[in-house]
């Protein structure tokens, strides 16, 4: 389980987070909404121990990962994988060494069986024939599941998705959100999306928070968000210029 | 009136920029420290900082041949018209020969090997910055000053030294080239003239300067690199910064150990 409780930062003069607090329970898929700039991204960097919130505490599986020492740190770490937006790959290595890195780097398995767990994780994402692809080689999508696949590489127990259809087409963003449910539904693991596509997160969640203004504004199950009647949420679910949420 | 705000002006706008380069120092000194850190922990990135010698040092050494063969023919020609004022020719060698293991060996090596390493190194550590590679390697638990920066300062502080013993024997061989071929001065002079005044601590001090040399480009270079922001402009700003930096502080070092061997 996942306890974000409090978590307040500021960036000069500007306080992008004001006191977030939510939980993610353990198997679940949650996902957190909002618009852009609304300090998702940010949050996400403080669940994954990239940046220090000023105050409050981060709490994964019992352990408050604010103010912990890297080498602790890296300890959680070791447990979750993230999928950045674009995927973050490596771009001097090729698909398949991308995928094998954390492997390399974490695991005791010999290059044989390190291929294997390769060639397994990149065909749960539709991959398999492109190995030794580079990164500079393939489309958005495919290095949105390129990186998927490389989260899922130690059988992590969490995952972390930041925008992962974020500049897709809907065809390749419906194929993500289906190997998304599926890689769920093989692993039984916590994913914790951050999105603003609002149509296709309601489809494969089990919670959504909503963050507004550096403050989660509501909390539920997707269904909850189609029958709220609170304005931000009406707001957001329509798309509408109109409402409480002024455009910048 | 102006007169005074000019100068208000002016002191308070130096003083700014003494307190950027200083806060810059600082923060480059915290770099190295986590790099010598992270440089005595396992695990040692040796594939990686051999990948690294491979660019630096083998891919480099063209390079350095043939900046370093015209350097030496150049110097011949310079030292051969300023000597023979002197009927002091034969000397032409011996001259080349220190000055190149001395200064321009080294020297020469270290500017051209930021135009070509640490431009390239400021760069991909950029590049890798803005498009998040650096904070997927933490989010893996695996130290980014370890992975990336490390290999870098260590492959470029082995590399340099031998690089230079490259440029100044590659100078030596054009040195000896247009002085007998063309200036038709005495081989056996010109050897001569070398093996008499080139000491082997003209030839260690100068391989003592090329690794420093290389730490201070590899370290401003990673750095650099490593905490470029603003995207593409940022990175191309941070890799003009990293040249510019590193090359001034190449010659600034050189004045000093030049001032404390010598």
């Given at each position: 389980?996942?306890?974000?409780?409090?978590?307040?930062?500021?960036?000069?003069?500007?306080?992008?987070?004001?006191?977030?607090?939510?939980?993610?329970?353990?198997?679940?898929?949650?996902?957190?909404?909002?618009?852009?700039?609304?300090?998702?991204?940010?949050?996400?960097?403080?669940?994954?121990?990239?940046?220090?919130?000023d105050s409050g505490h981060i709490v994964i599986d019992g352990s408050d990962i604010v103010g912990m020492k890297t080498r602790e740190l890296n300890k959680i770490r070791r447990r979750f994988g993230v999928l950045f937006q674009d995927g973050a790959l490596f771009d001097s290595m090729s698909v398949s060494e991308n995928v094998a890195f954390p492997l390399r780097e974490h695991s005791e398995l010999n290059e044989k069986e390190i291929q294997d767990v390769v060639i397994q994780k990149l065909d749960a994402v539709g991959l398999?024939?492109?190995?030794?692809?580079?990164?500079?080689?393939?489309?958005?999508?495919?290095?949105?599941?390129?990186?998927?696949?490389?989260?899922?590489?130690?059988?992590?127990?969490?995952?972390?998705?930041?925008?992962?259809?974020?500049?897709?087409?809907?065809?390749?963003?419906?194929?993500?959100?289906?190997?998304?449910?599926?890689?769920?539904?093989?692993?039984?693991?916590?994913?914790?999306?951050?999105?603003?596509?609002?149509?296709?997160?309601?489809?494969?969640?089990?919670?959504?928070m909503m963050i507004h203004d550096g403050q989660i504004v509501a909390c539920g199950t997707p269904e909850s968000f189609r029958t709220s009647s609170d304005q931000v949420v009406r707001q957001f679910l329509s798309g509408s210029p109109d409402g409480p949420i002024s455009i910048d | 009136m102006w007169v005074v705000d000019f100068v208000k002006s002016s002191v308070v706008g130096i003083v700014e920029m003494a307190q950027e380069w200083l806060s810059e120092l600082g923060l480059v000194i915290m770099f190295l420290g986590a790099s010598l850190y992270w440089a005595t922990r396992p695990p040692f990135r040796i594939q990686e900082t051999i990948r690294q010698l491979d660019f630096a040092g083998t891919q480099s050494i063209l390079l350095i041949v043939m900046t370093g063969a015209f350097t030496g023919m150049v110097?011949?020609?310079?030292?051969?018209?300023?000597?023979?004022?002197?009927?002091?020719?034969?000397?032409?060698?011996?001259?080349?020969?220190?000055?190149?293991?001395?200064?321009?060996?080294?020297?020469?090596t270290g500017l051209m090997v930021v135009g070509r390493v640490g431009s390239a190194m400021t760069a991909e550590l950029g590049s890798m910055r803005s498009t998040y590679q650096i904070d997927a390697l933490s989010s893996m638990a695996v130290a980014p000053v370890q992975y990336l920066v490390c290999p870098r300062i260590i492959a470029t502080s082995m590399a340099m030294p031998f690089l230079a013993t490259i440029f100044s024997f590659s100078g030596m061989i054009g040195a000896y080239i247009m002085a007998v071929e063309y200036l038709h001065i005495d081989a056996g002079a010109f050897m001569s003239a070398v093996s008499d005044y080139v000491t082997s601590s003209d030839v260690t001090q100068g391989l003592t300067k090329s690794v420093v040399f290389g730490l201070i480009l590899s370290l401003v270079a990673c750095f650099k690199g490593f905490n470029a922001t603003g995207g593409a402009r940022g990175v191309g700003l941070a890799t003009t910064k990293a040249v510019v930096l590193s090359s001034v502080l190449i010659l600034f070092s050189d004045y000093l150990m030049t001032a404390i061997m010598f």
């Amino acid at each position: 389980m996942i306890q974000v409780d409090d978590v307040r930062k500021k960036f000069g003069e500007q306080q992008v987070l004001r006191g977030v607090s939510f939980e993610v329970k353990k198997g679940s898929i949650s996902t957190l909404i909002g618009r852009s700039g609304a300090g998702k991204s940010v949050l996400l960097r403080h669940m994954i121990g990239l940046d220090e919130p000023d105050s409050g505490h981060i709490v994964i599986d019992g352990s408050d990962i604010v103010g912990m020492k890297t080498r602790e740190l890296n300890k959680i770490r070791r447990r979750f994988g993230v999928l950045f937006q674009d995927g973050a790959l490596f771009d001097s290595m090729s698909v398949s060494e991308n995928v094998a890195f954390p492997l390399r780097e974490h695991s005791e398995l010999n290059e044989k069986e390190i291929q294997d767990v390769v060639i397994q994780k990149l065909d749960a994402v539709g991959l398999r024939g492109h190995t030794e692809k580079y990164p500079s080689e393939i489309s958005g999508g495919m290095r949105k599941r390129v990186g998927l696949a490389r989260a899922l590489a130690l059988n992590p127990d969490i995952i972390f998705f930041d925008e992962p259809t974020s500049g897709l087409d809907p065809i390749t963003r419906g194929a993500i959100y289906r190997f998304i449910e599926k890689t769920h539904l093989d692993g039984h693991i916590t994913y914790f999306l951050v999105s603003h596509d609002i149509s296709g997160v309601m489809a494969i969640s089990d919670e959504i928070m909503m963050i507004h203004d550096g403050q989660i504004v509501a909390c539920g199950t997707p269904e909850s968000f189609r029958t709220s009647s609170d304005q931000v949420v009406r707001q957001f679910l329509s798309g509408s210029p109109d409402g409480p949420i002024s455009i910048d | 009136m102006w007169v005074v705000d000019f100068v208000k002006s002016s002191v308070v706008g130096i003083v700014e920029m003494a307190q950027e380069w200083l806060s810059e120092l600082g923060l480059v000194i915290m770099f190295l420290g986590a790099s010598l850190y992270w440089a005595t922990r396992p695990p040692f990135r040796i594939q990686e900082t051999i990948r690294q010698l491979d660019f630096a040092g083998t891919q480099s050494i063209l390079l350095i041949v043939m900046t370093g063969a015209f350097t030496g023919m150049v110097s011949v020609l310079q030292g051969h018209n300023a000597m023979s004022r002197y009927g002091a020719e034969s000397l032409v060698g011996a001259a080349t020969a220190l000055a190149l293991t001395r200064e321009l060996g080294p020297v020469l090596t270290g500017l051209m090997v930021v135009g070509r390493v640490g431009s390239a190194m400021t760069a991909e550590l950029g590049s890798m910055r803005s498009t998040y590679q650096i904070d997927a390697l933490s989010s893996m638990a695996v130290a980014p000053v370890q992975y990336l920066v490390c290999p870098r300062i260590i492959a470029t502080s082995m590399a340099m030294p031998f690089l230079a013993t490259i440029f100044s024997f590659s100078g030596m061989i054009g040195a000896y080239i247009m002085a007998v071929e063309y200036l038709h001065i005495d081989a056996g002079a010109f050897m001569s003239a070398v093996s008499d005044y080139v000491t082997s601590s003209d030839v260690t001090q100068g391989l003592t300067k090329s690794v420093v040399f290389g730490l201070i480009l590899s370290l401003v270079a990673c750095f650099k690199g490593f905490n470029a922001t603003g995207g593409a402009r940022g990175v191309g700003l941070a890799t003009t910064k990293a040249v510019v930096l590193s090359s001034v502080l190449i010659l600034f070092s050189d004045y000093l150990m030049t001032a404390i061997m010598f």
